[in-house]
């Protein structure tokens, strides 16, 4: 019967730490992310540690997950500032980012791992079906913005609102909408721009909090 003692190894978490972990909206289908999470703090928290240098190996025989969804995962995981990472000559160090104000929702496309379709199994028939939905698509875009030249598909909207909150996600289409039209850009997807945009912020949030792991 198993019968571990505080004396025999604690890892100390702070519980607002914990409660915040228990609201984060991770994906629903997968526990791994979470998994990640608290192997990164076994191994720097509980060893009084704020970073520490963790391999694939060793995060694929702590989880029992693959090395691919691994890889995937702490992609999400440190793109979302949860998990900060950092990338040395005897490999990459982990950090669990205790500022929790500035964790981020993820984009959505991180959720799902991509499956390969070999071209020998589509046929003719099934590449003319996807080239009549995508322009189908292209046709239902709905116009947004305060300059009215911001086109989102129905699904890109409410992703959007679902990802940032709709407050949040109409800024983001305002200051897409004022660029445009002072600087008379073009893009093929403004979705994908909002998304790239908010990334590119994450990454600059992303350096200022590597400070806590020094």
């Known amino acids: 019967m198993a019968n571990p003692q505080p004396e025999d190894g604690t890892t100390r978490i702070n519980q607002a730490v914990l409660e915040k972990l228990l609201l984060y909206p991770f994906p629903a289908k997968t526990a791994l992310p979470l998994k990640l999470i608290l192997f990164v703090m076994r191994k720097t928290w509980g060893y009084a540690k ?6 694939l190996t ?7 997950a693959g090395r691919a969804n691994v890889v995937h995962w702490l992609k999400y995981l440190v793109s979302a500032n949860i998990l900060v990472s950092a990338s040395e000559p005897l490999g990459n160090v982990y950090g669990f980012n205790k500022d929790y104000d500035t964790w981020v929702v993820s984009a959505s496309e991180l959720v799902s791992v991509p499956r390969r379709t070999s071209f020998s199994k589509r046929t003719k028939t099934s590449i003319g079906t996807e080239t009549h939905k995508r322009k189908k698509e292209t046709i239902q875009k709905k116009v947004y913005g305060k300059f009215k030249n911001v086109l989102l598909k129905e699904k890109e909207y409410t992703e959007l609102v679902e990802t940032f909150g709709k407050d949040v996600a109409g800024d983001k289409i ?5 660029y445009i039209a002072s ?25 200022t909090n590597l400070k806590y792991l020094n």
Do not use: P
């Open 58 to 64: 060793q995060f694929q025989k702590a989880t029992n």
């Open 183 to 207: 600087k008379g850009k073009k893009y093929k997807s403004h979705y994908a721009t909002i998304l790239i945009w908010e990334r590119k912020q994450n990454k600059e949030k992303k350096k």
């Open 50 to 55: 704020k970073r520490d240098r963790i391999s």
């Open 174 to 178: 305002n200051t897409l909408s004022e």
